[in-house]
């Protein structure tokens, strides 16, 4: 497991965890960016609520899962977008149309591409999930 990346750290004990029918995952380490793509997952309604315990070494998130996760990942290398080319990452990272969501960070913050296509601004794709 490489600790080089926390989201992509954190997307794939999420996803193991999912796999194996756990009800809940700990996710060290975190950082904001992985806060943020949980927040992004949590408002989309693919996993529960998390909270942040403190541990002795830096901080834990316990992440309550809801089973609604088929797939998700961080993605490599972090792709610039434009607003122009969203259906193509659609097309490659995304099973079908209108199912599954892309993590983009932009200039107004982290948000799911179809925010970023409202708002009509670019960024860089960071991950995705379905």
Known sequence: MSLNDPLSNALSLILNAERI???????????KIVKQALKIMNDEKYIGTFEEK??????????????????????????????????????SYLPSRNFGTLIISTSQ???????????????????YFY
């Open 21 to 31: 029918g756990k009800r809940e995952c700990m996710i060290k380490p975190m950082n």
């Open 54 to 91: 403190k541990d002795g070494r830096g901080n834990v998130l316990v992440v309550n899962l809801l089973g609604n996760i088929n797939k998700c990942g961080c993605v490599k290398p972090r792709y610039n977008i434009k607003k122009s080319d969203f259906e193509k990452f659609e097309k």
């Open 109 to 127: 913050g982290m948000m799911t591409h179809t925010d970023a296509k409202k708002k009509g601004v670019g960024g860089k794709l960071l991950a």
